[in-house]
């Protein structure tokens, strides 16, 4: 958990800086979290040279984006080449025999740090949710050392680091043997969680499609009981890749009932935006318990015969 890392001062954050380069080393394997840019400069420049030790991962849609600019040793692994479509339902995540060579293929390794980013701005720009998407992804299949680069790309450009448009290749890389699946939620947790009051689902989507009022969904509204927190409470007005501080979300959280003695499930349209709540939660938030509910809305609709109970308005 990572959610102390809101709480270091430039002083301390520029002295761990200079320390790990001074030492040439990475981070301590085993977290989950975000870096600031400068930080994560440092991580790469102490990391130049070596493929052994650091993947850099660029995670946006765009492929023409990484082609005009991306931090520098990032590989390009388009977040959605992690999900297809299953039984005419769009946007499920890929089963392992399928996931397990693409990450072995963008470098992905049990004894690497991950470093993870996408663009970021202001809405509707929602990049910063390929990042945790695929930080969930990778969570799920075991690896435990994964940091998202905190305000993405403005952030980066705003303190003047470099980018470059020479590709890198990652060496092949090495799954765990463990797998992580815990962290997934299906529709048998969300039709138990419906009349269990120790656990809480929350939408992650916008809130006019939470209550019905969308061109998107052909059956409308959200699941009986979920409560709604749109993923942007979470970050920066003027950034949409960067996060906002826990002491500032936490009343806007408790508020909802989101409370850390209780389950949360988290879930969204295609489980983008609920991997971001569910990153927040528990990596930055420090919950116990938090899981995602992968199958998400586009599921939930279309299931036996389209008869699952919906809700429209205003309240769960």
């Known amino acids: 958990m990572n959610h102390h890392r809101f709480a270091k001062s430039s002083k301390v954050s520029t002295h761990l800086i200079i320390v790990t380069l001074l030492a040439g080393m990475l981070p301590a394997s085993g977290e989950i979290g975000i870096l600031s840019p400068t930080e994560a400069s440092a991580l790469i420049e102490s990391a130049a040279g070596s493929n052994q030790d650091l993947v850099v991962i660029d995670t946006r849609g765009g492929y023409k984006d990484y082609f005009r600019g991306h931090l520098p040793m990032a590989h390009h692994l388009e977040f959605d080449t992690l999900r297809g479509t299953q039984d005419g339902i769009p946007v499920q995540y890929l089963p392992p025999r399928l996931t397990v060579p693409l990450l072995k293929r963008a470098g ?5 740090t991950h470093l993870l980013y996408a663009t970021g701005s202001t809405l509707p720009n929602d990049e910063i949710l390929s990042a945790t998407m695929v930080a969930y992804v990778l969570e799920k299949y075991g690896i435990d050392d994964i940091m998202i680069v905190d ?28 797998r992580n699946f815990g962290i997934a939620s299906d529709i048998g947790d969300i039709k138990a969680a419906m009349s269990d009051e120790s656990v809480v689902i929350v939408d992650a989507r916008p809130f006019n499609e939470y209550t019905g009022d969308d061109d998107v969904w052909f059956r409308k509204g959200h699941i009986p009981t979920a409560v709604s927190f749109p993923w942007f409470q979470l970050m920066a007005d003027d950034n949409t890749h960067k996060f906002r501080p826990v002491d500032e979300v936490r009343p806007m959280l408790e508020e909802k009932g989101i409370t850390t003695d209780r389950k949360i499930i988290c879930y969204c349209g295609t489980s983008r935006e609920g991997s971001l709540l569910r990153f927040y939660l528990r990596h930055l938030a420090g919950y116990p318990n938090v899981t995602l509910y992968e199958g998400a809305w586009k599921e939930y609709v279309w299931l036996e015969d389209q008869s699952l109970p919906t809700r429209t308005g205003p309240n769960p």
């Open 151 to 178: 305000g993405g790309l403005k952030s980066w450009a705003e303190e003047g680091l470099p980018v470059e448009q020479a590709y890198h290749g990652n060496p092949s890389g090495s799954l765990p043997s463990r």
């Open 108 to 112: 992905v390794h049990r004894r690497r």
